[in-house]
């Protein structure tokens, strides 16, 4: 069964970092291409990151240059460096398995691009 | 403001039919069929239940459904169970460096 377990959320000052931690179980994370999605309180959902299978990674442009996303292959385990925190991140931030392709019923290869599993989430509050 | 539009909320009874929508651009939805659909309830971890805009995947009731008119995608809940009240959001991939575009989510509620 797959499942991914966040954790290392909580209260953290403004200009303060927080690592996030993403367990996961049932599947290879190295293998996969993998997510960061996060809520703001009363807002909707909004991307953050995604690293490729080969380790390519990508960030939203209200993160770039403060969040690193990076796994541990030896552990299943994904993870979100999160610097000069701001009040905006305030957030529950999900991780979430991305499916890139797949093989239809015929046996034909189809390119997609959605999230399969996702995590319960784990809550950042950047606050003074 | 999320880049997609949905309605906040949506209401049936048990037995009805409802839809949501959810409206982009021409650089998401009307260009691209990588929309999917997911169902959240308060502290869980969101459910996909459409994705590439009508395929349902494995275990997902056939009472949900979705489909695409030009920059509108739909999602379509037919006889209403009280146990499909939940947030529904909807998603597109983007070609842009933005990756994926979020609707604002709406909250189903089964009367």
Known sequence: EVQLVESGGGLIQPGGSLRLSCAASGFTVSSNYMSWVRQAPGKGLEWVSIIYSAGTTYYADSVKGRFTISRDNSKDTLYLQMNSLRAEDTAVYYCARVVTYYYDSSGFYRESYYFDYWGQGTLVTVSS | ?111
């Open chain 2, 1 to 111: 403001q999320s880049a997609l539009t949905q309605p906040a909320s949506v209401s049936g009874s048990p037995g009805q039919s409802i839809t949501i929508s959810c409206t982009g651009t021409t650089s998401d939805v009307d260009i691209c069929d990588y929309v999917s659909w997911y169902q959240h309830l308060p502290g869980k971890a969101p459910k996909l239940m459409i994705y590439d805009v009508t395929k349902r995947p494995s275990g997902v009731s056939n009472r949900f459904s979705g489909s695409k008119s030009a920059n509108t995608a739909s999602l379509t809940i037919s006889g209403l169970q009280p146990e499909d009240e939940a947030d529904y959001y909807c998603t597109s991939y983007t070609s842009s460096s933005t990756y994926w575009v979020f609707g604002g989510g709406t909250k189903l509620t089964v009367l």
